[in-house]
């Protein structure tokens, strides 16, 4: 029963964590387009987010293993108001680059302890109970979306921020139920020292390499390519890009469910994910909106498969027989935040130069060369266990 309820809260936790982040990410690129920012600035100012999640995640999964999760879980529900009510504030790019610090900061205690959470709940299950909770977050971008692009047809962008808060507060809520998960262990300075000169294995590295060829594509395609594609080239309403983000969002959680609920084959996911998330980009040059939303949910099927499935499967598989889960995933996700960051600094400077459709090209190709990596690496450690 205890299980039981810790897992209703964890999902409970990811579910809303999820509906606030999905909303904001609809809501910010269409209000620095409002306040005149440039794109190249754009990529800049959410490059940000990726340095501060970089050095803070580890800060807070060496303190989380040390003295628990739960007063992370109640920062990051404390934090979302914060940065929702900085951005509400903001007037120039500086400023909304001090709200993406406050949300690199939510970002990094966040994903500091939710693994470790789902993990320490049941771990016979961690897998399993990764992947749905990575569905779960899906199915709440999809409602978060949603909710937005209707508050966006009654109310501006500013005021549909408010919104958010209120969710926020049910967050908070719902934090305050985590059971602790303490380590017994004293928290001292060299914990942090000690922590990052632990040698580990080789195979732990290469996961490292591989998840970070995900952020290349990961990293921008929702946040700044996809929303930006659709209101410059596009020409949309504020509503109709949340509705594509939905969309995506849709397909995206209906492909991660049925992997993790059906325990598909790796070969097999990572086909689906290769032939969804590249084959419907290449057709994107020179569309009308309505077939660029059918490209949207295509597309969000390949991500399902390859952007949930096999990097939670990696993860799990990777620090499986971890004592401390949190400081080992949060090191292990360090390269795929270094790349994060080069990436959404890139991008807006990228777009100006390149255009749009070679934009989209190379994050499909780099998407398909991360699922191909991906499937090696779980197919050569399923064979080194067998043995």
């Known amino acids: 029963m205890q299980a039981k309820n810790g897992f209703l809260t964890s999902l409970s936790i990811n579910f809303i964590h999820n509906f606030i982040a999905s909303g904001v990410a609809v809501l910010l690129p269409l209000y620095l387009l409002e306040k005149n920012v440039s794109i190249e600035s754009i990529g800049l100012i959410f490059s940000v987010l990726s340095i501060i999640m970089l050095v803070f995640r580890f ?3 060496v303190i989380a293993d040390y003295i628990g999760t739960r007063l992370i879980f109640i920062g990051n529900a ?31 205690a966040f994903w500091s302890v939710n693994r470790t959470e789902i993990y320490r709940i049941n771990a016979k299950e961690a897998e399993k109970n990764a992947s749905i909770m990575g569905a779960v977050r899906s199915i709440s971008t999809i409602f978060g979306s ?3 692009a ?13 919104f958010l808060i209120l969710a926020s507060i049910v967050l908070f809520y719902y934090s305050l139920n985590v059971k602790n ?52 080239s596009l020409k949309s309403q504020p509503s109709m890009i949340g509705i594509g983000l939905a969309l995506y969002s849709a397909s995206f ?28 980009i290449l057709f994107i040059q020179n569309i009308s909106e309505n077939i660029f939303l059918l490209i949207l949910f295509l597309s969000g099927l390949g991500g399902g498969y390859g952007l949930i499935n096999l990097m939670e499967i990696i993860m799990a598989r990777t620090v499986k027989n971890s004592v401390t889960p949190s400081i080992d995933v949060s090191i292990l996700i360090m390269p ?22 070679n934009v989209f090209l190379v994050l499909a190709l780099s998407f398909a060369a991360y699922i191909f990596l991906a499937w090696k690496f779980l197919s050569s450690l399923s064979q080194k266990n067998s043995h």
């Open 59 to 61: 800060i807070f999964a």
């Open 146 to 148: 949603a909710a937005i």
């Open 78 to 108: 404390i934090a979302h108001v914060v940065t929702i009510v900085t951005y509400i504030l903001s007037m120039t790019p500086l400023h909304f680059a001090f709200g993406k610090i406050f949300e690199g900061l939510r970002a990094a």
């Open 336 to 357: 795929y935040r270094l790349v994060e960051f080069i990436t959404l600094a890139a991008i807006g400077f990228a777009i100006i130069n390149l255009g749009f459709y």
């Open 253 to 280: 959680s209906f492909a991660s469910y049925v992997a993790a609920k059906y325990n598909m084959r790796i070969k097999s996911i990572a086909f689906g994910a290769i032939i969804f998330g590249t084959l419907p």
């Open 181 to 232: 998960g303490k380590e017994k262990k004293k928290l001292n300075l060299s914990a942090f020292m000690t922590e990052l000169k632990t040698k580990r294995s080789k195979e732990f590295w290469s996961a490292a390499l591989i998840l970070s060829m995900a952020a290349i594509y990961e990293a921008p395609i929702l946040a700044i390519v996809i929303p930006l594609y659709m209101a410059e």
């Open 150 to 162: 209707i508050a966006l047809i009654f109310f501006s962008i500013q005021s549909s921020f408010l």
